[in-house]
């Protein structure tokens, strides 16, 4: 376990760019979607949202299985800010909620030996791996047929978890064929306990009645048909098993705790609650196994409906999970779940796409440019018009000036990886523009190689000045006072983005500078001053000047939509502002009794 949990961290999520520019407005929107449906179950499949499950209905019932967000209402809790909690999700990359849970996948749907499939697959970036997930339906389950492909010679970490969101009613209670589980929670303590009982008389197996938010991971072992369910107190819910190659299962709750009420509000309507069921690739969240080189991971999931005797469903915890497991495999048997696998991989996985019904990113093919590789037979990769044409212009025209037409305003978001950091270095010898000097320097950045990153951004900036190299200069800037002049002449260049404008005032702030901090709120675009955010960020600082009626009127009105998951800022501000009063439950996040915050904010 420590040798998985070692492997495989991430400093950054680039080259995905962060996704904060949303608020909690309420308006009708209209999304791309693929319904899959027969006599017993009906999935609903957002492409445009990483490939999300958004409804799955049980005919029989007219119950969703998962908990349906009546919102798809944006909080910063995933590795690039914005997610959306409910449905079925697919997290493939690092530990959180992937990078790709916003973004658009491709997709098509497909006649096979199987029946109907929809296939939705894409390119991950921060690992370069390709993710194929096939869907379709075989009796009340929904079948979900996933590949990972690592496409380059070296082994790389592999992180994958299937998250499932189910309403949670004051009785709903999780079931899983184990004693024991490894727990961890937002004090940042991860410890093996005993379930259903870890604390005594708290039955956690019912989510409702736990006080602060957890994970468990049960220690499932080498069981056949390891599973996770889901029931309600009149003995229905649902159900999640798999083939051999997903070895964790998880509970996550919220507890009942304010922070966990809080949070479940805001994440869609008030009054909502939902806990998550999971499974993945290793036994807990913080481990990442390895992926070979040249080499793939498969697996197949069955997702279906469940129905237990509610008396046994109401008793020995025990009991209660044999009597699921028992339901479960009768329904869907290991050995046929395998069968089932064995034939997608060798009838279905390969089968070409045919037309597409909605279009990822063009990633993919100019990542397989880069390399020479053909395309993959099961998941080609189309040329799409996004940030990846420019480089893939560069790879097949081998010119380096295709680089210098990016719009400084809105340039793409640099490449990474050692093979773009390569040919990035190949063209800025041979006379590439700021761009390409521009990413360069974030390559290098991230590999620790400062000074090298440096010069990069300060030819980037000489070539062409803009916001994002100067930005890269104060990031390394050892100066505070060098860094903030750095900083104001890149919001000079970019007054109204807002991200660049609170990094200064977190710079600011870090240095023990709260009046430049309220001088420099004065100074911003009212769009950008008027941010939740920014006004958090204003409150902090007055507290510290002792102005406490100014920062607890800033603080009364505050709303911040992109208030990361953890963070208890507000709380903390309040809790010196006036100490000993209860803290306002608009203000209040807190998602476990200690007193730091529950986890660094990116």
Not at 149 to 170: F, H, S
Request: charged share 25%.
């Amino acid at each position: 376990m420590m040798e998985r949990v070692l492997r495989g961290r991430i400093s950054s999520p680039l080259p995905y760019g962060v996704l904060s520019d949303y608020d909690r407005a309420d308006r009708p929107v209209q999304l791309p979607a693929i319904e899959l449906a027969n006599d017993y179950v009906r999935a609903l499949v957002l492409p445009s949202l990483g490939g999300r499950i958004w409804s799955l209905v049980d005919e029989a019932s007219g119950r969703d299985l998962v908990h349906r967000n009546p919102r798809l209402r944006w909080a910063n809790f995933g590795l690039t800010d914005a997610w959306v909690a409910g449905g079925i999700e697919w997290n493939l990359g690092s530990t959180g909620h992937s990078a790709m849970s916003n973004l658009p996948m491709h997709a098509a749907v497909l006649d096979t030996p199987l029946g109907s499939v929809v296939r939705l697959w894409e390119w991950e970036r921060t690992r370069d791996l390709v993710l194929q997930i096939d869907l379709w339906l075989s009796g009340a389950r929904l079948m979900a047929s996933t590949r990972v492909i690592n496409p380059d010679p070296e082994p790389k970490p592999l992180y994958y978890w299937t998250n499932i969101a189910v309403r949670e009613t004051p009785r709903t209670r999780v079931l899983v064929p184990a004693d024991t589980a490894w727990r961890t929670d937002y004090a940042g303590v991860l410890e093996r306990v005993g379930v259903p009982l870890p604390d005594g008389p708290v039955d956690v197996s019912v989510p409702s009645a736990s006080q602060y938010a957890a994970d468990y991971f049960y220690e499932v072992g080498d069981q056949q048909g390891r599973l996770v369910t889901a029931v309600e107190p009149d003995g229905r819910g649902i159900a999640q098993t798999s083939t051999a190659a997903l070895r964790g299962r998880k509970l996550f709750l919220w507890g009942h705790g304010p922070g966990g009420q809080h949070w479940q509000d805001w994440l869609g309507m008030t009054g909502t609650r939902y806990l998550e069921i999971q499974a993945g690739v290793c036994p807990t969240q913080l481990e990442h196994d390895l992926l070979d080189g040249d080499a793939s991971r498969t697996w197949t999931e069955a997702i279906a409906a469940l129905e237990l005797d509610p008396s046994v469903v109401a008793g020995d915890y025990g009991a209660a999970a044999h009597a699921a497991r028992d339901a479960v495999h009768g329904a869907t048997p290991p050995t046929w779940l395998a069968e089932q696998h064995d034939q997608w991989l060798q009838e279905v996985a390969d089968l070409p796409p045919g037309e597409l019904e909605h279009t990822g990113s063009g990633w993919g093919r100019a990542e397989l440019a880069l390399r020479g590789a053909p395309q993959l037979p099961g998941t080609p990769f189309p040329p799409v018009e996004d940030g990846s044409l420019p480089l893939l212009r560069l790879v097949e025209s081998d010119d380096p000036t295709a680089l210098d037409h990016m719009d400084p305003q809105r340039p793409a978001l640099p490449v990474v990886s050692d093979g773009w950091a390569a040919r990035l270095s190949d063209a800025v010898e041979r006379g590439a523009g700021w761009w390409a000097h521009y990413a360069l320097g974030t390559a290098r950045h991230l590999r620790g190689d400062l000074d090298g990153a440096h010069a990069a951004y300060r030819r980037s900036a000489e070539l062409h000045p803009t916001a994002v190299a100067l930005r890269g200069e104060a990031l390394l800037a050892g100066d505070a006072m060098e860094r903030d002049a750095l900083y104001q002449r890149a919001c000079s260049l970019a007054p109204d983005d807002r991200r660049l404008a609170v990094e200064r005032l977190v710079a600011l702030r870090d240095a023990g500078r709260p009046a430049d901090v309220v001088a420099a709120v004065a100074t911003l675009p009212a769009a950008v001053r008027d941010h939740g955010r920014t006004q958090m960020l204003l409150a902090e600082a007055l507290a510290a000047l002792g102005q406490d009626v100014a920062a607890l009127e800033v603080l009364n009105r505050l709303e911040v939509p992109d208030l990361a998951e953890g963070d208890r800022t507000l709380s903390e501000v309040w809790q010196r502002l006036r100490p000993g009063e209860p803290v306002p439950r608009h203000l209040d996040f807190r998602m476990s009794p200690g007193a730091a915050r529950d986890r660094d904010v990116m």
